[in-house]
């Protein structure tokens, strides 16, 4: 266990939204399981809802985008760390190029993960399944998951800048090594 440390307000706020949304992204999880079983258990009494499928398949969609800032934040996330480790004294300038590339790669997935919503939103798209959701809905949450991993890569990489350490949990490879 670390010793808590004030944290500044902005720096706990950011770690809520992401926490927050890790929250709302096992909720989704656990829609999931709660649609399956209901798909099943209407096939046995012979009863068809339409959309289950495509329903479980949004909930899944909404659950990864929106894990995905609280993931990256507690280095749950697939890192180049024996890449990092092999640079030595420049291990820094990796982690910065690193967080770049990402945070350019999500801000780019964020922007257009947005401009999806809004035009699917103005063109009144449904989804093609006998459900007929409009597609805006469902495509909400993936957009705000894809903003708040922009975000999160963004934050990592101007705390790495000014702190010269990112705000990415330790995670378990690192603590292995260590003993």
């Not at 709660?34 to 012979?46: F, K, N, P, S, Y």
């Not at 479980?56 to 996330?77: D, Q, R």
């Not at 459900?131 to 903003?147: E, F, N, R, S, Y």
Request: aromatic fraction near 10%.
């Amino acid at each position: 266990m670390t010793p808590a440390v004030d944290k500044h307000p902005i720096r706990r706020a950011l770690d809520g939204v992401y926490t927050f949304a890790g929250y709302i992204a096992a909720l989704c999880l656990l829609a999931i399981l709660l649609v399956i079983v209901a798909q099943m258990a209407t096939r046995w009494m012979g009863i068809s809802i339409p959309g289950l499928s495509e329903y479980a398949g949004y909930l899944m969609a909404s659950a990864s985008f929106l894990a995905f800032a609280h993931g990256l934040n507690h280095g749950v996330h697939i890192r180049v760390n024996l890449l990092l480790r092999a640079l030595g004294r420049h291990r820094f300038w990796g982690e910065i190029w690193c967080m770049i590339i990402g945070a350019a790669a999500s801000c780019y997935l964020a922007w257009y993960a947005v401009k999806l919503v809004y035009w699917s939103h103005k063109l009144n798209d449904v989804s093609q399944g006998q459900d007929a959701t409009p597609l805006w809905i469902v495509q909400t949450p993936m957009a705000i998951g894809a903003v708040l991993l922009a975000v999160c890569f963004a934050d990592n990489l101007l705390t790495l800048l000014i702190t010269r350490r990112d705000n990415i949990g330790s995670g378990l490879v690192e603590q292995s090594h260590a003993e």
